[in-house]
C-alpha cells in the first residue's frame, strides 16, 4: 500500500512539473512571438529599468496584462475646490498616460507625471481631455511608447505653484483597504464560530488562524512582554502581524495587478509612526529615566550617551520601516529581474528565449518559494521588534540593591 501510494504521489509530481513547463514554454514563446519582425523597432526595445520600477511603485491604477487596466478614483483638492475623476481620463485609446485633463467644475488642468497628479499652466485652451504628446511640440523630445504607468513629461508646460491636496485611491490604498477588510472578516469569522462550538476543536481557516494567534502570543508578546502586559498590546501585534503577512503574499499572486503594499514607503511610515506613537505614550518613569538621565553613569559619558539614547527613539521606528521596504521591494525586484532576462534574450533569437525561459522559470520558481518564507518571516520580524520595543517602554523597576541582598541571605 505504501509503494502504490508512492507511485501516485510520484505520477502527480510529474504531471506538475510537465503543466507547469509547459505554461513557462508558452509564456515565453508569446513573449517571442510579440517582439517579431513584423514591429516596429522601437517597440522591440525592453527596458527592464521601466518595467522593474512600474511594477514595485504605487500607481493610480491596476494593470493586470496587455491593455487590461482597471482606473482608480481620483480625488484632489485646489484653491478652486474639489475634483473627482477617474485615472482614465489620463489614459488615451492605447491605454498610456498621455493625456491631459481639464476639470469642468474648477477649470483647473492636470497631468499624471510619475503618479504625481500636478496641475499644468498651458497656453492652450483645455475644454476638453485632450492628447498630450511632447514630441509634437519639442523637435529632440521622442514619441512616448512605454508601457502603462509610464506617464508623459510635462516639460513643455509650466507646473502651477498651486499646492494640491491629493487624497486619490492609488492601488496601494485599494490593496491596503482589501487586506484590512478580509483581517476583520476573519477574526469576525473567527469569533462567532468560538461562540457557536465552545467545545469543539477549530477547522479549516480557523485552525491555521488559531495556530498563528497562539504562535504570536505565546511566543513573540509573553517573552518579550510578559502575560499581564502581553494582553494589553496583544491586539495591535496580532492585526500588524496578520495585515503583513497577507499583504506580503497578495505582492505575490501572479496576475493580480502587482500590489506592493509592504514595499511602500507611505504604507510602512504610517505603520512606524503607529509604533512610535504606542511606544512613546506608553513609556513609564523608568523608561524616560533611563534615556534622560541615565542612572550608575559617569556624567562624562551621559553626555555622549544621552543623545544617542534620545536618536534612538526615532531610529528604532526607521529601522523598522527601512527593513520591511527594502526587503518586501528586494524580493520583488529580484523575480522581476529573472523576468526580464527572457524579454531580453527572446528579442534577439527564439531559441535563446526559449533557453533562457526554462533556466528563468526554475530560478523564478526557486525565488517565489523563498518569498514564501520571507513573507511570513517579514511579518514575524516587524511583530517581534514591536513587541520588544513595547516591553521596553513598559517594564518594571529593578531594585538592584534588593535584588543583591537577597541573593547574599540565600
Known amino acids: 500500500m505504501n509503494f502504490s501510494a508512492n507511485t501516485n504521489k510520484d505520477k502527480g509530481c510529474r504531471t506538475f512539473c510537465s503543466l507547469f513547463f509547459l505554461l513557462a514554454l508558452v509564456l515565453v514563446s508569446a513573449k517571442v512571438s510579440a517582439s517579431g519582425d513584423d514591429l516596429p523597432a522601437e517597440s522591440k526595445k525592453f527596458n527592464p529599468g521601466e518595467m522593474i520600477m512600474h511594477h514595485i511603485q504605487d500607481a493610480h491604477s491596476i494593470h493586470f496584462f496587455g491593455d487590461v487596466t482597471i482606473p482608480l478614483p481620483c480625488i484632489v483638492k485646489t484653491e478652486n475646490g474639489w475634483d473627482f475623476f477617474m485615472s482614465s481620463v489620463f489614459m488615451d485609446e492605447h491605454h498610456e498616460f498621455n493625456n491631459t485633463y481639464t476639470s469642468a467644475r474648477t477649470g483647473n488642468s492636470y497631468v499624471l507625471h510619475h503618479e504625481k497628479i500636478e496641475i499644468i499652466k498651458g497656453e492652450h485652451d483645455h475644454s476638453t481631455t485632450e492628447d498630450y504628446h511632447p514630441a509634437e511640440h519639442s523637435a529632440t523630445a521622442p514619441h512616448n511608447t512605454a508601457e502603462p504607468g509610464a506617464h508623459a513629461d510635462p516639460a513643455d508646460h509650466q507646473l502651477a505653484t498651486t499646492s494640491i491636496l491629493d487624497l486619490s485611491i492609488t492601488k496601494s490604498v485599494l490593496g491596503m483597504l482589501l487586506i484590512l477588510s478580509a483581517v476583520i472578516y476573519l477574526f469576525v469569522r473567527l469569533a462567532r464560530s468560538y461562540q457557536k462550538k465552545r467545545n469543539q476543536a477549530p477547522r479549516g481557516l480557523n485552525n491555521l488562524l488559531e495556530l498563528l494567534v497562539v504562535f504570536i502570543r505565546d511566543d513573540v508578546a509573553t517573552p518579550a512582554l510578559g502575560k499581564k502586559r502581553a494582553r494589553k498590546f496583544l491586539p495591535f501585534l496580532l492585526t500588524m502581524f496578520f495585515f503583513i503577512w497577507i499583504c506580503n503574499l497578495l505582492g505575490l499572486v501572479p496576475f493580480a495587478g502587482g500590489f506592493n503594499i509592504t514595499g511602500t514607503i507611505s504604507i510602512t511610515i504610517v505603520m512606524a509612526t503607529l509604533v512610535f506613537v504606542i511606544t512613546t505614550f506608553s513609556g513609564n518613569k523608568h523608561y524616560w529615566g533611563h534615556i534622560v538621565w541615565p542612572p550608575g553613569i559617569p556624567l562624562g559619558v551621559k553626555i555622549i550617551l544621552v543623545p544617542i539614547e534620545i536618536a534612538s527613539i526615532f531610529i528604532k521606528p526607521i529601522v523598522l520601516m527601512i527593513r520591511l521596504t ?56 516587524f511583530t517581534l521588534l514591536t513587541a520588544i520595543y513595547f516591553g521596553d517602554a513598559t517594564q518594571e523597576h529593578h531594585h538592584a540593591p534588593e535584588v543583591a541582598g537577597q541573593a547574599e541571605h540565600h
Open 326 to 381: 527594502a526587503n518586501i521591494n528586494a524580493g520583488h525586484i529580484v523575480i522581476l529581474a529573472l523576468t526580464s532576462l527572457v524579454f531580453i534574450f527572446g528579442q534577439n533569437s527564439a531559441t535563446t528565449g526559449y533557453s533562457v525561459g526554462v533556466a528563468s522559470t526554475l530560478f523564478m520558481v526557486f525565488m517565489f518559494l523563498i518569498e514564501l518564507l520571507v513573507a511570513f518571516l517579514q511579518a514575524y520580524v
